[in-house]
T-cell receptor
Framework: DAGVIQSPRHEVTEMGQEVTLRCKPI?????LFWYRQTMMRGLELLIYFNNNVPIDDSGMPEDRFSAKMPNASFSTLKIQPSEPRDSAVYFC???FGRGGAETQYFGPGTRLLVL | EDQVTQSPEALRLQEGESSSLNCSYT??????LFWYRQDPGKGPEFLFTLYSAGEEKEKERLKATLTKKESFLHITAPKPEDSATYLCAVWSGGYQKVTFGTGTKLQVIP
């Protein structure tokens, strides 16, 4: 298994531009998570899906952030417009839920820099 | 709101010098506590899950323990390859939502 795949690995953009991050979860996993990691705040959960349906988006910082999961093998996190304070590493993770918080497998992350 | 505090923020050890990392938590009802390892430029990698006070898990030089208020990750005779950031996370609610601590950055010097 290739594991969780994220693209791009690095993204540099200018303030005000739209940014789209992509994630392919591990086949067969029914939960998908988007996290943001910064030095100051650590790893923060932004949103998670179960069977392609958003379950909890309370971690999404503001309306500039949106996430979709059109099918079981693909998800996007979009920031529009981007701001310098959005600079962080964004991780996607997936798991197979059997009623508990099972092991989450993380992707390699997308390092975003907004100038 | 669940809170997870890890200490120390950074730890430097000589190879073979055993030590412990601490994870203190405040949750409404703990359902599980997780330890992850994160190498630079990579995503967190799962190490252990602990479900109840008194439980212990071991893997090579690592041993995780759990009480009602905190968890410890004991590192016995560490090697340079154990250098990484160790993250603790707690699960207290429904579904799969977990809350992470900010981690302890461990450096093992040869």
């Amino acid at each position: 298994d290739a594991g969780v795949i994220q693209s791009p690995r690095h993204e540099v953009t200018e303030m005000g531009q739209e940014v789209t991050l992509r994630c392919k979860p591990i086949s067969g996993h029914d939960y998908l998570f988007w996290y943001r990691q910064t030095m100051m705040r650590g790893l923060e959960l932004l949103i998670y899906f179960n069977n392609n349906v958003p379950i909890d988006d309370s971690g999404m910082p503001e309306d500039r952030f949106s996430a979709k999961m059109p099918n079981a093998s693909f998800s996007t996190l979009k920031i529009q417009p981007s701001e310098p304070r959005d600079s962080a590493v964004y991780f996607c993770a997936s798991s197979f839920g059997r009623g508990g918080a099972e092991t989450q497998y993380f992707g390699p992350g997308t390092r975003l820099l907004v100038l | 709101e669940d809170q997870v505090t890890q200490s120390p923020e950074a730890l430097r050890l000589q190879e073979g010098e055993s030590s412990s990392l601490n994870c203190s938590y405040t949750v409404s009802g703990l359902r599980g506590l997780f330890w992850y390892r994160q190498d630079p430029g990579k995503g967190p990698e799962f190490l252990f899950t602990l479900y109840s006070a008194g439980e212990e898990k071991e893997k090579e030089r690592l041993k995780a323990t759990l009480t009602k208020k905190e968890s410890f990750l004991h590192i016995t005779a560490p090697k340079p390859e154990d250098s990484a950031t160790y993250l603790c996370a707690v699960w207290s609610g429904g579904y799969q939502k977990v809350t992470f601590g900010t981690g302890t950055k461990l450096q093992v010097i040869p």
